[in-house]
């Protein structure tokens, strides 16, 4: 007889959100089909088999001790937006973003990963596809869109960033891009049409309105009858019916379009086979103007076309083998107007609406005596840049399969480079300001300053900078039962030059870091993970160059443990911690700090003696990189299949924070205390939370729903940074330390009376007060003598508001998908974050006056005395006591806005099929729609960089996907 024999096949089923499932196939003799049992893919809310990107090593999400957040491609590339960095608000628990400057294609949000860990503004370090990105890693991130990218990993703790060393303490975002896929060639097309609009317009008054508000501010400053504006000239603005002499210009409706057209195409290409596998992708956006030009003879207004392209190629050589090649870069060409898209925008609400314009009869510029440059002039009178931006990256490695020595042992070597150049051709060219004189009865110009009409000329300027990287890294992975161990050890060498040209700041910088990790884990319920980078730089001297950064974390999956497998409703119980330390090497230092800076150059006090020796910067050779200790404890909670809460706690400090000892140094030490080396004695700390909470859930076969939201808060605190000890009689003896960085002080307005102003002489004469900047008028500020000493100057300056960061960051997002329609939303906002303001649209002194829509309710002793809103204090021609710094003009920047939608539609496969394609997906989004704020006016919104700054941009968008 023979013996039966039976065959077992385990396949694996690994889906993002679907349970990992393992199906055996059976057969009972040799030849013949196998049978498979009854297999069911059971979705996972809870996402433990995504693989979770840390840089330079990977973990399923069951695995990470740490904290980590993470977002796919996919989700990014429901933003209709420009710049990557404009898709990440909100979508990354953990992450603060702050959109400061809002130009089309150039705008830029600044990112910090659970605030800041020392008294700064750093980023974090961005790593694309394991090569760290040192050096304007902002940009960088810029230079990628979003269909090329797999997913985006935000690392918050110390066990994640201790293995970067000195690049670490700032946060890490992890890019990874995507790769080819074996199978027959994938092609997938996308094209967006994208209309663009402001969010938020400065008010604009007209000539009438705009004389009043003059003549009220010369009233205001004593100048009695003698108006700027006469009744007669009042009344033609106001009657309109004589343009010429009495004009009415809205200059922001004569240069702004209401909408300006982006459009894109994506083209991604997938294919492989058993030896290669390859991705391809190639974005081509175009954004055209916002302004309205009529120069003729050349087009001066703004126009971008940005082209992305990548390539990631994965080899198999032979057995032991494997082969990576990535390919990437970026070309961007800019046509700008010659004074540049941002000034141009600031100088629209320069010139008053009583100025004829923007030509005189015959055809010259017209400007003011107080404006040297008229927005017509600069638009289009001045010429043109084109601006040639051209970013390449390439990596290229082999991975060694060490499994002969080892099972699970491989061996990776890589080399990047990334160079970046600008080439400028500037196309110039001046031009002749005229003014009107001062008769308002008759139309006559004189010529301004010695500006001349010329013709156009060209000159050019470039700029570059390069990163060489060189990485080795030994890893190791295995599966023993139930126990599962894995570890890496590298080496990292990089050579950066920047594009400073200065001396000693155009030399190369130099790093070199290495770093061990090794993970545990037992039967799914145990996890530990031990990290230490060691890693240093040239910037310090030898004996301060290197430090280390160890760390471990560990996780326990009470879930799993078998006293738990009778709760149903508990589908996911782990606890996390961390401990350890992360460096930062960007610490504001002059380049070389440990070395003294003395030159030498030509000339001297004594002609004959030809040389001049300077003695600057005094080195410190015991500086270093600084070093924070990080604290992180979390726990992971699944309930019913469907709901997932995480919770973070966190607390960094400082306590070798790179700051200025000038405040412990006498002055007749004989060093300028400007020149005194920096030490490492600081102390710096940040702690916070974070709460995320996803719902999913599976009504029927057709109907999907899911919610989430996101709670972040953090507060910083400067314990000691040197600070220099103000007199007793101040207030606030102190205005950095004990407070959190960027924090502003002013004058704090008294409300006690009810308004806050001085409503009459005789308030004034009983307040007892002095002021110290100036004398006050009826109808200004009223501030608090915090000191007591009956005189108002900086000794009474307060606190205002929490400082540079909000402390508070939150977002609510879902969607909806049935059959064949797919919905998602995106709220996100931001708390407990204010800035004070002031200049030109916040104040109305500048130039001619330009006044914001607070201006228009003005202290008056009419308003006042008819119980009217009472918006702004009296107005005024030119600096009074009102404009300082003061919590009057303290903004509450707290918003919350609806940031994205997206609507799409799966046509049918009939459909698709009349074309040749697979898929075919139409689509309609939008980008911050709608904000709801609490900033004094709506002149500008919460995020940007002010009145004259371009105001974020509101996006509709109508796209179409086809697949191949």
Not at 113 to 122: D, E, L, T, W
Not at 373 to 399: C, D, F, K, W
Not at 669 to 686: A, H, K, M, V, W
Not at 747 to 766: A, C, M, P, Q, T
Request: proline share 3%.
């Amino acid at each position: 007889m023979r013996a039966k024999l039976t065959t077992h096949i385990i396949l694996t089923f690994t889906i993002v959100s679907i349970a990992s499932q393992e199906a055996t196939l059976q057969a009972q003799q040799r030849g013949t089909i196998p049978i498979a049992t009854d297999t069911t893919l059971q979705r996972d809310a809870h996402y433990r088999d995504e693989i979770i990107q840390l840089g330079y090593s990977t973990q399923l999400r069951r695995e990470v001790t740490g904290a980590v957040s993470t977002v796919s491609g996919e989700t990014l590339e429901r933003s209709p937006v420009a710049n990557l960095t404009q898709t990440l608000a909100g979508r990354l628990a953990g992450l603060t973003t702050m959109e400061t400057f809002s130009e089309l294609s150039r705008a830029n949000t600044n990112l910090f990963v659970r605030g800041i860990s020392s008294a700064r503004q750093n980023g974090p370090l961005v790593i694309i596809d394991g090569i760290i990105c040192s050096y304007n890693s902002n940009q960088t991130l810029e230079y990628i869109s979003a269909s090329e990218i797999e997913s985006i990993s935000i690392l918050k703790d110390a066990s994640t960033q201790a293995l970067y060393g000195i690049q670490g303490a700032n946060g890490i975002i992890v890019v990874t891009t995507k790769r080819g896929q074996k199978g027959n060639l994938k092609v997938n097309v996308r094209m967006d049409q994208s209309f663009q609009q402001v969010t938020t317009k400065p008010t604009f008054y007209n000539s009438a309105d705009y004389a009043t508000m003059r003549n009220q501010a010369a009233f205001n400053d004593g100048l009695g009858d003698h108006y700027l504006f006469s009744e007669k000239q009042i009344a033609g603005y106001r009657s309109g019916t004589d343009k010429q002499l009495f004009p009415n210009n809205n200059w922001y409706e004569q240069y702004m379009k209401d909408v300006a057209f982006m459009q894109r195409v994506a083209v991604n290409l997938s294919a492989g086979n058993d030896r290669v596998q390859f991705f391809s992708n190639i974005n081509v956006m175009h954004q055209g103007g916002q302004f309205k030009t009529d120069q003729t003879k050349y087009n001066p207004n703004a126009n971008n076309v940005w082209v992305n392209y990548r390539t990631n190629l994965d080899m198999t050589l032979n057995k032991y083998i494997k082969g990576f090649l990535r390919l990437s870069g970026n070309i961007k060409r800019e046509r700008t107007p010659g004074s540049g898209n941002a000034t141009i925008y600031g100088s629209i609400f320069q010139m008053p609406p009583t100025t004829y314009g923007p030509l005189t009869p015959d055809g010259n510029v017209i400007t003011t005596e107080r404006i040297g440059a008229p927005t017509y002039g600069m638009l289009n009178r001045s010429g043109y840049y084109r601006h040639t931006v051209t970013n390449i990256s390439s990596q290229a490695g082999l991975e060694v399969d060490l499994g002969f020595l080892t099972k699970g042992l491989s061996l990776t070597g890589t080399f990047a480079y990334q160079t970046n150049a600008v080439g400028s051709l500037a196309t110039r060219q001046n031009y002749e300001r005229w003014i009107r004189t001062d008769d308002p009865d008759t139309l006559v110009f004189v010529k301004k300053g010695g500006d001349n009409n010329t013709p156009l000329a060209y000159s050019k300027s470039s700029s570059y900078y390069y990163h060489l990287t060189y990485n080795a890294m030994l890893n190791y992975k295995r599966q023993f039962n139930k126990h599962s161990i894995s570890g890496l050890g590298y080496m990292f060498y990089q050579n950066l030059t920047k594009a400073d040209v200065s001396s000693p700041a155009l030399l190369p910088y130099n790093r070199v870091s290495s770093g061990a990790e090794v993970a545990y884990a037992y039967d799914n319920r145990y996890f530990i993970k031990l990290d230490a980078g060691y890693s240093g730089s040239e910037q310090y001297a030898r004996n301060s160059r290197y430090i280390a950064t160890p760390a471990i974390s560990a996780g326990w999956e009470l879930s799993n443990e078998h006293f738990m497998k009778g709760l149903s409703w508990l589908s996911q119980l782990k606890v996390r911690a961390s401990w350890g330390k992360t460096g930062n090497d960007q610490s504001g230092l002059a380049r070389f700090a440990y070395l003294d800076n003395v030159t030498m150059s030509g000339g001297g006090p004594i002609g004959y003696l030809q040389y001049l020796v300077k003695e600057n910067q005094v080195g410190n050779p015991s500086i270093q990189a600084e070093i924070s200790t990080k604290q992180n404890a979390g726990i992971d909670l699944g309930l019913f299949h469907a709901l997932t809460i995480t919770l973070d706690v966190f607390k960094e400090r400082m306590e070798n924070m790179v700051v200025g000892a000038s405040s412990k140094i006498p002055l007749y030490q004989g060093i300028p205390l400007d020149n005194y080396p920096q030490t490492n004695s600081g102390i710096f700390e940040n702690k916070g939370y974070e709460i995320t909470a996803n719902y999913i859930k599976n009504i029927n076969r057709h109907l999907t729903i899911s919610l989430g939201a996101m709670l972040s808060y953090q507060k910083n605190t400067i314990i000691s940074w040197n600070e220099a000890v103000r007199t007793a009689d101040y207030a606030y003896v102190k205005r950095e330390e004990g407070y959190s960085f960027g924090q502003e002080f002013g004058y704090l307005v008294d409300y006690r009376n009810g308004n806050g102003f001085f409503n009459s002489k005789d308030e004034i004469e009983k307040s007892g007060l002095t002021y110290g900047m100036g004398t006050p008028r009826v109808g200004d500020l009223k501030y608090r003598d915090l000191n007591g000493d009956n005189i108002i100057d900086d000794r009474d300056k307060g606190p205002i508001g929490n400082g540079m960061l909000p402390r508070t960051t939150y977002a609510i997002n879902g969607g909806m998908r049935y059959k064949a329609f797919d919905l998602s939303f995106l709220f996100q906002g931001v708390g407990e974050f204010s800035s004070i303001y002031g200049g030109q649209g916040v104040y109305e002194t500048d130039y001619d006056g330009v006044f914001g829509a607070l201006h228009a309710n003005a202290w008056t002793q009419e308003r006042y005395d008819n119980h009217q809103v009472i918006s702004y204090p009296a107005l005024s021609l030119q600096k009074t006591v009102n404009h300082e710094a003061n919590d009057f003009f303290s903004y509450n920047r707290s918003y919350i806005r609806l940031k994205n939608v997206e609507l799409s539609y799966v046509l049918p496969a009939s459909v698709a099929r009349r074309i040749a394609a697979d898929k075919i997906r139409i689509l309609i989004s939008g980008q911050n729609l709608l904000t709801w704020h609490h900033m004094k006016s709506g002149d500008f919104g919460p995020e940007g960089g002010g009145y004259t700054s371009f105001p974020v941009y509101k996006v509709y968008n109508v796209g179409v996907s086809v697949g191949f």
